[in-house]
């Protein structure tokens, strides 16, 4: 399984982007797929994750900003952020479970700057 993120970049602070991660390759089943980040010098968190029935749970520190969903039908997850922060700032790297395993995108940054 192959994951392609795509969508990152450099916005001011409360503005928005929208991430994209589709997967491709031998996939059979995903289950749930999932959205973290890691800003410099930080370890690696989780920000959001959906269920393969559409359930959703979002970090604190994103939650009413940001919003996962995922399209079955193309095997992707998207990730909009608004009002961005600069402390959003991170390279942001989708995940995805499939049966007994876990895949891993190559990340995207984003940068939220003035």
């Known amino acids: 399984v192959q994951l392609q993120a795509s969508g990152g970049g450099l916005v001011q602070p409360g503005g928005s982007l929208r991430l994209s991660c589709a997967a491709s390759?031998?996939?059979?089943?995903?289950?749930?797929m999932g959205w973290y980040r890691q800003g410099s010098g930080k370890q690696r968190e989780l920000v959001a994750v959906?269920?393969?029935?559409?359930?959703?749970n979002h970090a604190d520190s994103v939650k009413g900003r940001f919003t996962i969903s995922r399209d079955n039908a193309k095997n992707t997850v998207y990730l909009q952020m608004n009002s961005l922060k600069p402390e959003d700032t991170a390279v942001y790297y989708c995940?995805?479970?499939?049966?007994?395993?876990?895949?891993w995108g190559q990340g995207t940054l984003v940068t939220v700057s003035s």
């Open positions: 390759g031998s996939i059979f089943s995903i289950n749930n």
């Open positions: 995940r995805v479970w499939t049966v007994g395993r876990d895949f």
């Open positions: 959906i269920t393969s029935g559409g359930s959703t």
